[in-house]
């Protein structure tokens, strides 16, 4: 359904002597329709830059994008927007989302607003209501402004403002992890039930592995901007060595501190430094291999 081919994200330095930023490096990823896909990696990994991608946010350096089977990397104006419209996402700071002048409902309406197309007047006021119920809103609630609700229930005014134009893809961005623990398991309820509705497919960016493991039809891993491992079940049995030692560190689900502040050497796997079991030719960045249900970014990964 949607695929980033080669997608590639390199932030110039905005001063002087800074080095320029690699967020994304030459990252295939494909998410089918109606699937989970969970994206797990250390802080800084390059998660977020990677969706923003997807979406089209911000455009990458390298790669392509196709969303059923269309270039979105080459659509413009009018067919750019209305592809747009079916790839929607839910941040991890509701609040930054949401004007602060506006109201709930007129923020869950935007959408509507945005694309004259869709509904107005009494179908837009009855669709807001249908919007309000689903997500589990009071209508007295959306009469409120961001700053009268708490932070699960502005997360359910985003979501209901995500899913108003029936998007194909929700990227989820952590969108729980402002939150206290028994809202969490409502919110994760609530999108996958969302999920089931629309039959719209998940990307999952989430620090948990368990969270991760438990919503995931498959797992990929990041590291350095870079895709290690990706496949069913990694997380229960987990080859790339970074998989490994994420997957044996924790108990609490959470990923150790970053890892991420050496320096490369150019052209080497991105996890040389910190690999137990480097070789020589991990001097030359591996390419993905695919075996069965896996796709695995290491030379030592020999699938026979
Ligand atoms: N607009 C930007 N300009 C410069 N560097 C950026 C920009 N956005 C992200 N970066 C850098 O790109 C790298 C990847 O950032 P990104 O936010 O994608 O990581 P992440 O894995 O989502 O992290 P977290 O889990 O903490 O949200 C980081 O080093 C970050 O500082």
């Given at each position: 359904m949607i695929e980033g081919r080669g997608l590639t ?124 119920r689903l997500v589990g809103l009071e209508p007295e ?163 026979t």
């Amino acid at each position: 359904m949607i695929e980033g081919r080669g997608l590639t994200k390199i932030f110039a330095p905005n001063s002087p002597g800074k080095n320029r930023i690699i967020a994304v490096d030459n990252v295939n990823i494909r998410i089918e329709a109606g699937e989970t896909l969970t994206l797990v990696g250390e802080s800084g990994c390059g998660k977020s830059t990677l969706s923003r991608l997807l979406l089209l946010l911000i455009p990458p350096t390298r790669g392509e994008i196709f969303f059923e089977g269309q270039a979105l990397t080459r659509l413009k104006g009018k067919e750019l927007r209305s592809v747009r419209k079916k790839l929607q996402i839910v941040p991890q700071q509701p609040e930054s989302s949401l004007d602060p002048r506006w109201t709930i409902a007129y923020s869950i309406c935007e959408p509507f607003r945005i694309h004259p197309d869709s509904l107005h007047g009494r179908q837009m006021y009855e669709e807001l209501k249908r919007l309000l119920r689903l997500v589990g809103l009071e209508p007295e609630q959306a009469a409120r402004y961001p700053h009268q609700l708490s932070g699960g229930e502005l997360q359910r005014a985003v979501i209901a403002r995500a899913i108003a134009l029936e998007p194909s893809l929700l990227i989820c961005d952590e969108p729980t992890s402002m939150l206290d623990v028994s809202t969490q398991a409502s919110i994760i309820h609530l999108l996958k039930a969302l999920q089931q509705d629309l039959g719209c497919a998940l990307l999952f960016i989430t620090h948990d592995q368990g969270l991760a493991h438990a919503i995931g039809d498959r797992t990929a891993v990041m590291f350095a901007g870079q895709i290690v491992e990706e496949g069913q079940g990694i997380l229960d049995r987990p080859y790339h060595p970074f998989t490994c030692r994420i997957t044996s560190v924790s108990d609490s689900g959470s990923l150790p501190p970053s890892e991420l502040q050496g320096t490369k050497i150019p052209g080497s796997c991105v996890y040389y430094q910190f690999c137990p079991e480097k070789t020589e030719k991990c001097l030359h960045s591996p390419e993905m291999v695919e075996y069965e249900d896996r796709r695995v970014r290491c030379h030592n990964f020999s699938p026979t």
